[in-house]
C-alpha cells in the first residue's frame, strides 16, 4: 500500500511524511496535523525526530518549559520526506533559527548523510542533532542555554 501511494504521487510535486508518524505542527499558523491534543507554543526552533514517541516527550516538556517552535515534525518511517528535505525547507523558512534533530543512535551514520545540503552555520541559523540516547543529557544543557536561543 505503501509504495502505491508513492506512485500515486509520482511527479505530481506532492509529498509524505510518514508513515508511522506524529505528524508535523506549524505554531505560527495554528496547524496542528498530529494526534495530539496540544500544540506547541511559538518560537524560532525547528524540531525534528522520526519518534512519534520522543516528540510527544519533547512538546510535553516544552509546554511545561514555555519553549516555543516554528515547526515541530515526526518524520517516522520516511517512505518519502526524509531528514535532508526538512532541513533544506526550514533553511528557508524566516521563522526558523535553529534545528533540532534526535533520531535513533543506530541511524547516526544515515543522519550525518542528510546534513550536506543544509544552510552552512551561522550566528542566525543553525542545526544540532541529538542522537535520542543523548537527548536527556542535552535536555539539560539546552534549558540552561534555552534564553540565549529564544
Known amino acids: 500500500m505503501e509504495q502505491d501511494i508513492l506512485n500515486l504521487i509520482q ?17 505560527h499558523i495554528n496547524l496542528n496535523a498530529t494526534f495530539s491534543a ?16 520522543m516528540c510527544t516527550s519533547v512538546l510535553d516538556w516544552s509546554l511545561k518549559e514555555n519553549v ?24 528557508h523558512d524566516p521563522k526558523t533559527k535553529m534545528n533540532i534533530i534526535s533520531y535513533p543512535v543506530s541511524q547516526n551514520s544515515i543522519a550525518t548523510n542528510y546534513f550536506p545540503g543544509h544552510k552552512p552555520q551561522t550566528p542566525e541559523y543553525d542545526t544540532e542533532r541529538v542522537p535520542e540516547k543523548l537527548f536527556l543529557s542535552w535536555n539539560r544543557r539546552f534549558r540552561q542555554h534555552r534564553v540565549s536561543l529564544i
Open 11 to 27: 511527479n505530481t510535486g506532492t509529498r509524505i511524511i510518514g508513515p508511522n508518524c506524529l505528524g508535523l505542527m506549524n505554531p
Open 38 to 53: 496540544d500544540i506547541a507554543k511559538k518560537g524560532n526552533i525547528a524540531f525534528i525526530s522520526q519518534s512519534g514517541a
Open 68 to 91: 516555543g517552535f516554528s515547526a515541530f515534525v515526526s518524520i517516522g518511517s520516511m517512505a518519502d520526506v526524509q531528514f535532508g528535505d526538512l532541513i533544506q525547507y526550514l533553511g
